[in-house]
């Protein structure tokens, strides 16, 4: 039976390189969901209600929901 002696590079450069690859993935993570919220979040935060029908009295449209398919509407 032959045992094979495996080296571990441990050196500073390759932990560092390491690290800067962990960076760059949290980074881009972050970028991607930067700026991007659902239109229903955006409704609701801003005081209003998704309706698929007409908006109820009182009250204004303002955007849409469910990626175009509902009304955004905000009492007035």
Do not use: W
């Amino acid at each position: 039976m032959v045992h094979k002696v495996v080296e571990v590079d441990t050196s500073d450069e390759s932990i560092l390189s390491e690290e800067k690859v962990k960076q760059s993935k949290y980074f881009l993570f972050l970028l991607t969901g930067a700026g991007q919220r659902s239109d229903q979040y955006k409704c609701v935060s801003k005081g209003g209600t998704c309706n698929f029908s007409h908006c109820p009295l009182f009250s204004r449209i303002e955007g849409t929901c469910y990626s175009g398919r509902a009304k955004c509407c905000i009492y007035s």
